[in-house]
Nanobody, 115 residues
Framework: QVQLVESGGGLVQPGGSLRISCAAS????????MAWYRQAPGKQRELVAT???????SYADSVKSRFIISRDYAKRTVYLQMNSLKPDDTAVYYC?????????WGQGTQLTVSS
């Protein structure tokens, strides 16, 4: 059974930092591309950052230079370090695992950026 379990969301002040995590089980973690998406109220889900099985990364323009995606193969976990947070970053953040036609989602973790 595939499980992606996100954690680490919360309430952060503008300008603050937070790291969220996604622990994977039931998949061969090393061969999957992993990604973070987010969905704000009333908006479509959008891709935030991707880290491929090779370790290469890519980011949405809106988060480039502020967010860092990483993965720990031994812990089967992917992280998103978020810095210089803005109210516009408020959303539910979802972890995604992708390999060929196989795509799995976590349940999401809420990030609220507010003073």
């Amino acid at each position: 059974q595939v499980q992606l379990v996100e954690s680490g969301g919360g309430l952060v002040q503008p300008g603050g930092s937070l790291r969220i995590s996604c622990a994977a089980s039931g998949i061969i973690f090393s061969i999957f591309d992993m990604a973070w998406y987010r969905q704000a109220p009333g908006k479509q889900r959008e891709l935030v950052a991707t880290i491929r099985s090779s370790g290469s990364t890519s980011y949405a323009d809106s988060v480039k230079s502020r967010f860092i995606i990483s993965r720990d193969y031994a812990k089967r976990t992917v992280y998103l370090q978020m810095n210089s947070l803005k109210p516009d970053d408020t959303a539910v953040y979802y972890c995604n695992a992708l390999y060929g036609p196989s795509s799995y989602w976590g349940q999401g973790t809420q990030l609220t950026v507010s003073s």
